[in-house]
């Protein structure tokens, strides 16, 4: 039974790119990582995508919803309705602010403190939301980043 759902949602998330014209799904990178002033006991943050459509049709975000781990810790999340259509293909910048919570600030802080290096291993998951249908579009990028200070 497992088997037939996970099929089943597997097959509706591929019948909804293609019902759309979505032959080639776009492609979230994290081009940087930064850090920005303190606020408080919070640690802010500006993470700077490029989300690419390489295809030929346009393709409507209403939002995009994203979860970062550094070194295997889900250090940030966040959510940003100021996504723009992506037109066929184009690469669209697109920098988001996001603070940590306590618990992950004191993780990643500790984490600072115990490095030689500034790189850092990451794993950014994206969920696009697409105008007009319900399934978003997951994309993983992972490698690693300088920590800009």
Do not use: H
């Amino acid at each position: 039974m497992k088997r037939i759902i996970l099929l089943a949602t597997l097959l509706l998330q591929l019948a909804g790119c293609t019902g759309l014209g979505i032959n080639e799904r776009p492609v979230v990178t994290l081009t940087n990582l930064r850090m920005l002033e303190s606020d408080g006991l919070s640690m802010r943050f500006a993470i700077d995508l490029s989300i690419t459509n390489p295809g030929p049709v346009t393709i409507p975000v209403d939002g995009l919803s994203w979860n970062l781990e550094l070194e295997g810790s889900r250090i940030l999340t966040g959510v940003s309705n100021q996504v723009p259509v992506l037109e066929p293909f184009t690469e669209v910048p697109l920098t988001l602010e996001a603070s940590t919570n306590l618990t992950g600030m004191v993780e990643l802080f500790t984490r600072l403190l115990n490095r030689q290096s500034e790189q850092f291993d990451y794993q950014l998951e994206t969920r696009l939301g697409l105008s007009g249908f319900r399934l978003p579009i997951t994309y993983t990028d992972s490698g690693s980043i300088a920590l800009d200070r």
